[in-house]
């Protein structure tokens, strides 16, 4: 099996688990517009950053199953045929790397949707000051950022992470003439 048809395969492989993530989590993410306001007519921004924000994984991982070798052309050049470790790790650690980047990006667009509505709706009430955020919250902030952090490390540090992950494997090259 050659670079570009083991990538294809792990990409569309990658697009199966955001598709299947997508998909598990929009009914969560729909009730809770539906429990937030059941009589009221619905908000239509919260709505529409709701259905963008649930559709993107959907659309991303479409685009991996029907398109893996597309994106596999732009990451594995046309050179040797066979497999060979090091590289295989640096694409995996890449593929991981991007991976953690874009749920990152699609709990970013979670947590904007969920705090504008948390301030529209005190807005609304005439509260004056909202309370501020509880720890839960600010937790799976801090944990997206730290996700997303990792992931770009990993996406562009994966070869150098592979390297070291070789280099600490072998064995230590003893001199020949010593």
Known sequence: MDYKSLTSLMLRLTGVIIVVSAVTAMPRTFINLHVRNPLESPDVAALLLTMVASSLPILV????????????????????????????????????GLYFASLAVFDAV?????????????????????????????AGI???????VAGLLLLFGGRGLANLVHRLRSPPRLPIGG
């Open 110 to 138: 979670y947590w904007l949707a969920k705090l504008r509505i948390y301030f529209a709706f005190y807005n609304e009430l005439n509260y004056g000051r909202p309370f501020p955020l509880s720890p839960q919250d600010f």
């Open 142 to 148: 801090t944990t997206t950022c730290a996700q997303f």
């Open 61 to 96: 991982g479409l685009l991996l199953i029907y398109f893996p070798a597309t994106v596999a052309n732009k990451i594995v050049s046309a050179g040797g045929e066979s497999v060979d470790t090091v590289i295989l790790q640096q694409l995996a650690f890449s593929v991981l």
